[in-house]
Structures are given as C-alpha cells and as structure tokens.
C-alpha cells in the first residue's frame, strides 16, 4: 500500500510506501506503479501507462486522463455504431515533418519539451543537447530502418551455451546511467565509453590500462572447493595436504591461462581468490629460512593447516594480477557485463572447459577498447572502458546533491530519451501541440 501526501506547488508528489521508503516524483508511470490498485478498469489504466511508458516514454499522465474521458462517455460512443477506429483517427500524415529536413534542432526541442514540466525543466537546454547527444552515439542504420538501442531488456540479457562458452549475445549496446553524490545538475556529462560503478579488486594494480585487452567471465575464480556431498576418503593424513595444494593449483592455472592469453582486464560477476590479487610477501630468503626450519614448518602446518608444500604455491599465486600489471574487477552485474561484451567484442565465458574436458582459454574470446582507468567520482571509484572497438557505448554522469533528486533526474532523462530515441526511429516529428500516434 501506498500513501499519496498533497502535491506541491510544482506538481511533486511524495508517496510513501508499507516500509517507510519516499519517493518525490511528478512522473505519471511512477505514480501509478506504486498505487494498489484493485478494480479491474483501473488495472487496465495502470497497464496503459507501462505500456506507454515503455513504447513511447512520455506521456504517461496524457493517456491515462484520455483513456479515462473515453470509458466516462463509453455509452455516447457506442451509440455511434462505428468502428473504434474512427476515435484514433487524426491528421497524422498532414501533421508531421521530416526529422531529417528539420535537423539536429527538432530533436533537442523535442527533448526540452519532455522535460519541461520535470525537475530539471530549468536545465532543459543542457540536458537536451546531452541526450540527443548519447543517442545518436548510439544509433545504426541499415538499408531498411533505423535503430536506437538505448537500453537492455532483462529477458535478453541472456547468454546461450555453446562449447563452454556464451558465444551468442542477445543485447543491444545501450545508454548506461550511473548516479553520484554532489555538485549540480549541470556538472553532469557525457562519457564516451561505459562506466562500471565498482573499482579494481586492489590497491596495488594500475589504475590504467592501455590498450585494454578486456576478458569477461561468468564464473567463480575463488580457490576451488569440492561440492557438497562430496566424499573423499584417506587414509594418510599427510594426502589432505595434496587436496588442499591441487584446489589451490586449479585457481592458479585459471589466472595463468587467462594471462597468457594477453588479458590486462579481467571482469567477472563473481569473486576472485585474495592469494591472486596481491603481490608476493613470502621473499626467497624467507622460503630458504622455513626450509631450513623443520620446527617452523611444522608450528605454521599446525596454525594455519597448511602443509609446507602448499606453502610453495603461495608466491606464485600472489603475483599474479598486482605484478602482471593487470585491473581486475569483481561483483560486477550481468547487465553490465553483457553491454561490456557486446561493445568491445568479447565473449562471455562461463567455464574454461573445452568439449574435450580441459581448461583452455583462448586470446579469441577478448574485448579490446583504447584504455581502461579507475576514477573517483563523489566518494564511489568508477571504472571508466572507453574507445570500445565493436559497438558504440556512453553512460551519463549524473550529479545530484540527495537520491531523491538523482531518482527524479533518472526519470526525467529516461522519459527524454524515449522520445529522441522514438523520433529518430520514426523519422517524423508532430508539428501541432497534441497529435495521435
């Protein structure tokens, strides 16, 4: 259940939900998504507002009032004994005008026009050329028709197996938004590439990398443990040891085969072995001392359950992506990963298993881009892939001074976005103040 407090002067309303969240919006489609809605006629008018949102952005609020008036009058109508048609009947052809005879002006006046009566209506000018902007970096065309790929669906962030790996991705490139405390409205831009709202996995990798050879994975490169139900019977305590040293191996030949390969970036939605991240502490002469050190082996063996020849392994595992000069970056979201891919060309692995059962990873299944850095936006470290090889990708950098107004700039922005993204693909624009689409 939600409670609608009075709007304000501005047309704002603060809705606050069963838990105690706020929110402060004037957009239509929101509103009515957090209302419970019980009758069925309302339904229906709840569902034309998601639809419209989702087909055309804007004009969320018009349908619903229009949708209203007409089941109000439902009986006048029908006593017309007419087709249905008849009432979305307009001057469409007579109405419209070429976007590409108008030029780059009606699209950034059809952005301003959506934002007007939102919250950042005073900034109009700035957000409008930003978002025409970010579409068209955006934009393909083919012989037939064309294309804005603004956003992902969740239902085709989906990845299809094939030999061990997804080699199919079903995403279009899309207009990443990313949000940050601080500063103004207009301090916000426009980065030509795709921000990751995580940092490296370390302190101790580069925070550059250029150029970016970028591996994308969908799976777990934390030391390796056996499943549950997973019986191993021993007899020497000692062979414990060579359980715990080949779990720890699998982990190492893993970031081994991936750093042979020339991957300098490595992305994944899971997590990544600390032993990999960090560089060496165990020195050579600190290995000769424990050598030498029978009482010292045994006294670590019985703290840490580690035998001495696990030990061995150690140095090699901690170099890896500190030493090798390599950004690892780990939790990283699906959605993400798959624009990722899809915009610098690589594949997302989900194993490193071949049809014959060994690892492989092959330098085939990377991504390229000019460069890989780490910034500091607000209190938040960024990664930042720019120049993507395949596919166009940007994000927008929002600056906001609380959520609730980064929240609404997200809204208002999405709904402008829409709209160019709907003009372009139709290549019409309306002249008059209301038409039918």
């Known amino acids: 259940m939600c409670f609608c407090l009075p709007s304000s002067l501005y047309g704002f309303q603060m809705l606050v939900d069963d838990i105690g969240d706020v929110t402060i919006t004037n957009d239509g489609a929101t509103i009515l998504n957090m209302l419970e809605v019980e009758n069925p006629a309302a339904k229906v008018l709840v569902e034309l507002a998601e639809l419209q949102d989702k087909e055309v952005g804007d004009g969320t609020t018009s349908v ?14 029908v006593g017309w004994n007419e087709s249905d048609m008849i009432l979305l009947a307009g001057r469409w052809p007579e109405s419209s005008s070429q976007v590409e005879k108008l030029g780059k002006d009606s699209l950034i006046n059809c ?28 934009k393909m065309t083919n ?46 831009y426009l980065l030509k590439g795709y921000a990751l709202n995580t ?30 139900g997973v019986q191993v019977l021993v007899t020497d305590p000692w062979e414990l ?53 029978k009482a010292m082996e045994l006294l670590i063996c019985s703290l840490i359950n580690l035998s001495f020849n696990a030990l061995q392994i150690f140095p090699l595992l901690f170099q890896y992506f500190v030493e090798a000069g390599a950004i690892a970056v780990i939790r990283v979201r699906k959605e993400d990963l798959c624009h990722v891919a899809k915009a610098t060309g690589a594949t997302a692995v ?19 881009s000019d460069e890989v850095v780490e910034e500091r936006i607000a209190d938040d470290d960024v990664i930042m892939i720019k120049g993507t090889k395949t596919s166009s990708a940007v994000s927008l950098i929002l600056r906001g001074a609380n959520d609730f107004m980064l929240d609404e700039m997200d809204r208002a922005l999405h709904d402008a976005i829409c709209i160019v993204k709907r003009t372009l693909e139709s290549n019409t624009v309306s002249t008059y103040t209301f038409d039918s689409e």
């Open 64 to 77: 619903v009032i229009i949708a209203a008036e007409l089941l109000k009058n439902f009986w006048y109508y």
């Open 111 to 138: 952005a301003r026009t959506c934002m007007s009566s939102k919250l950042i209506g005073g900034d109009s000018d700035f957000f409008a050329s930003v978002i025409v902007d970010a579409v068209q970096s955006v």
């Open 143 to 188: 012989a037939r028709k064309v294309r804005c790929p603004i956003k992902i669906l969740p239902e085709t962030c989906t990845f299809h197996l094939e030999n061990g790996s997804f080699n199919d991705l079903h995403v279009d490139q899309g207009i990443n938004i990313l949000k940050a405390h601080g500063k103004s409205a207009r301090d916000s």
């Open 199 to 228: 940092g490296r996995a370390a302190q101790g990798m580069p925070l550059r990398v250029a150029p970016a050879k970028i591996a994308c994975l969908d799976l777990n490169l934390q030391k390796t443990k056996m499943q549950m």
């Open 241 to 293: 040891d060579k359980i715990r040293q080949r779990e720890a191996d699998m982990t190492k030949e893993r970031i081994e085969k991936l750093l042979k390969a020339g991957a300098n970036v490595v992305l994944t939605t899971k997590g990544i072995n600390d032993m990999a991240l960090k560089a060496s502490f165990f020195l050579k002469s600190d290995m000769d001392f424990l050598r030498s050190t």
């Open 350 to 368: 989900s194993t490193f298993a071949d049809m014959e059962g060994e690892e492989t990873f092959d330098s085939s299944l990377l991504g390229y």
